[in-house]
């Protein structure tokens, strides 16, 4: 009797367990009490368990090692952008972990060895003021670039406080502007007025936790009676401030952002008139003024004055006279990826399948713009560094995954030069970068590139990192360094992981935008399952074409990242041998309920409306879950002080997964942010956590399906 007893109660767990989550009653929704002492005490014992076997894989100091080498090295080229005859500067180093914020001349910088004057210190700020004082964004006031406001985070939430800071005297401003924390932003109209969105009290923020209203406040004056500017809706994202200096003339817009990707541009001429709404499509993002004229990029096509504008395009729009110009207008195989606005011109940088370009755009005298390239080289990644700043000259930079970056000197004549050349962080004297496209399910062709050995190439099977993202108009491009840093970026998978035999792959899912505002729109909502399809389809090609096995291949994604290595674990488990999992979305019942998840349902939908669920729920990785599968043991990990991704959705992935029987690793970092660390020390040892993952995984050290 006892023995069917007990065997009646196996049973009944083990069904229990099988049975996918209804959304309705999660057992573990504990775990999304962010810090709670119970929920705490359950990632601390996450930690202790899964960084003891990774960090005794044997090659885990010498990753570590690597990584921060490269993250603090400092031959790194110091990015910095042109502000009225000076060059600013944000640099972190082994010796200035939290950073220096710091200036040169144009002529010290263009020598290649700048002569820096140092403006904030954080670690030494930090230390005298005993917080955990992260860098934030930096405001200031065009075009003498003098009056600032330091936005500073405790911890590296998206909530912080701003101070006002003076770069003539170097000092924070004696009874300046200030601001408590909160997810606030805040734009220059003149030295003595800012224009602000910010938590004010009782219905100041939407149901995203951003500002519902926008305040012109005034010095000497309290911010939470300052004068409405433009109100929103609780319903909407936000009210982002918005302040473009034109000539001496302060062009003050209100960004109403109704969805993630749709907003209302409020303009008013100054500060004192009343806005109205521009006549831009929904899909539209300002990226400056010149002459009067806003420029816009649009993510949907225009009809306006009698003409018809593309999607895609960069268009003007006369701000005085309601005129539209035509700007730029990329082909079927080029996308714009970001517009800057110099003193009397812009410059565009583009992608052509998926390589970067650039080119300046001047407007004649007839009001018709004119566009020509600027000179860069070849197959690989061009940024615009610095645009404007009081002159026509830009910086532009250049990479690849093999090559190292460069900073190039763009004057108004479009002439270019090599300020500095950044050396190699790895051997890729034997390295090969191809570009390849697989068949996705519905027939689109999708592109990724491999990065590998010439040998290991050749001689196939290889143990093989496949990255994605596939969302948010967030192309995946192969660049070789930048900050933040990450695995799959070329220095860093160079020397950690292709110089051991592994291969990399990039795949240029739907949803980003590297095919411009359609690859972005052909994946959401409804659609979601395309760029699933689209990672798929590149696994399977990795894998037909011999480049690896499912045994041998690994797949590695990071927020909306996350949301993807997590979907296509649980529906094609059999094509991976391991699975990183970082920051990510998991329980997409619940996402828009935590944290600023409700800023996204412009991407994925709603899942408190029936249709939009019943399309959610059919890839929601936590409610997918089940009993019986070969799920690879995934590596997720997250950080306690993530106020964009609640840390719960890594923390319940990992709970569900124990539910239901599976081994898994998770790491939990207690500070960090979104960026799941806090600083270059940290950051080297979470990418020292993963790539020994892989090792372990991938590399033969752990049987298949373990655990």
Not at 15 to 37: K, V
Not at 98 to 106: F, P, Q, V
Not at 310 to 321: C, E, F, N, W
Request: proline letters at 4%.
């Amino acid at each position: 009797m006892l023995k069917l007893t007990l065997l009646a109660c196996v049973v009944m767990v083990f069904s229990a367990a099988s049975t996918r989550l209804s959304g309705q009653d999660d057992p573990h929704q504990w775990l999304e009490e962010i810090e709670g002492a119970k929920a705490i005490e359950w990632v601390r014992a996450q930690n202790a368990r899964s960084v003891a076997v990774l960090e005794a894989v044997s090659a885990f100091e010498a990753l570590k090692q690597d990584a921060l080498a490269i993250l603090t090295s400092q031959e790194r080229i110091p990015l910095g952008q042109i502000r009225n005859g000076q060059v600013y500067n944000f640099w972190q180093d082994a010796s200035h972990v939290r950073g220096l914020w710091r200036r040169a001349s144009i002529a010290s910088y263009r020598s290649g060895t700048p002569a820096w004057e140092i403006l904030i210190d954080y670690d030494a700020l930090a230390r005298t003021e005993k917080r955990n004082w992260i860098r934030g964004a930096v405001s200031c006031l065009s075009p003498e670039y003098r009056h600032c406001m330091i936005q500073l985070s405790d911890g590296g939430t998206d909530a912080a406080f701003w101070r006002e800071f003076d770069t003539s005297t170097k000092q924070f401003v004696q009874s300046g502007f200030s601001l408590p924390e909160a997810k606030s932003r805040v734009a220059w109209i003149d030295r003595d007025t800012l224009l602000i969105g910010m938590d004010t009290g009782d219905g100041s923020l939407t149901s995203s936790g951003y500002a519902r209203v926008l305040r012109v406040w005034r010095r000497g004056t309290d911010y939470r009676n300052a004068p409405i500017f433009v109100e929103g809706r609780t319903s909407d994202v936000a009210l982002w401030p918005r302040v473009e200096q034109d000539n001496g003339k302060a062009h003050v817009f209100g960004q109403q952002a109704v969805s993630f990707f749709e907003s209302k541009h409020h303009y008013a001429a100054d500060a004192a008139g009343k806005p109205r709404v521009l006549p831009l499509p929904p899909n539209a993002d300002l990226e400056g003024v010149l002459d009067g004229q806003a420029i816009f990029l649009l993510r949907e096509a225009w009809s306006h004055g009698g003409r018809q504008y593309g999607q895609g395009s960069v268009v003007a729009y006369d701000l005085a006279t309601d005129a539209a110009a035509l700007v730029f207008r990329p082909t079927e195989a080029q996308a714009v990826g970001s517009v800057e606005v110099g003193k009397s011109s812009i410059v565009i940088q583009y992608l052509e399948d998926v390589a970067g370009n650039a080119a300046r755009v001047t407007r004649r005298a007839s009001g018709e713009w004119d566009a020509q390239d600027i000179t860069v080289p070849d197959n690989g990644v061009v940024k615009l560094v610095s645009v404007g700043g009081g002159t026509d000259d830009a910086m532009i930079s250049f990479e690849s995954l093999t090559t190292p970056p460069s900073l190039l000197y763009v004057d108004a004549g479009n002439r270019v030069s090599t300020v500095r050349q950044a050396p190699a962080f790895y051997d890729a004297s034997d390295v090969v970068v191809e570009q390849r496209f697989a068949t996705s399910a519905d027939g689109t062709r999708v592109p990724y590139f491999v990065m590998g050995r010439t040998s290991v190439l050749a001689a196939g099977r290889a143990p093989t990192v496949q990255y994605g993202y596939g969302g948010f108009l967030s192309s995946t491009l192969p660049v070789y360094y930048e900050d933040p840093s990450r695995p799959q970026h070329g220095a860093l998978a160079g020397r950690l992981w292709v110089s051991r035999g592994g291969v990399l792959v990039l795949s240029n899912i739907r949803g980003g935008a590297e095919y411009g505002p359609r690859w972005h729109q052909a994946a959401l909502k409804e659609h979601r399952q395309r760029a699933f399809d689209d990672f798929i389809a590149v696994s399977e090609h990795l894998i037909e074409t011999g480049v690896t096995t499912p045994a041998r291949l690994g797949a590695i994604g990071r927020s909306n990242g996350g949301l993807l290595v997590g979907a296509v674990m649980t529906q094609r488990p059999e094509l991976y041998g391991g699975i990183v999992n970082g920051v990510p979305l998991f329980d997409m019942k619940r996402y828009h309920q935590l944290l600023a998840g409700a800023s996204w349902i412009g991407e994925y939908g709603n899942p408190d409306v029936a249709e939009e669920w019943a399309y959610i729920s059919r890839y929601s990785p936590y409610q997918k879950l089940e009993a019986g599968r070969r799920y690879p043991k995934v590596f997720l990990y997250t950080s306690t002080k993530d106020d964009r991704v609640h840390p719960g959705h890594a923390r319940k992935a990992a709970a569900r997964l124990a539910e239901l029987g599976y081994d898994y690793f998770y790491y939990e970092n207690i500070e960090g942010g979104h960026g799941g660390t806090a600083n270059q020390e940290q950051l080297a040892y979470r990418i020292a956590l993963e790539y020994a993952y892989f090792m372990r995984m991938l590399m033969g050290n752990a049987p298949r399906g373990e655990g």
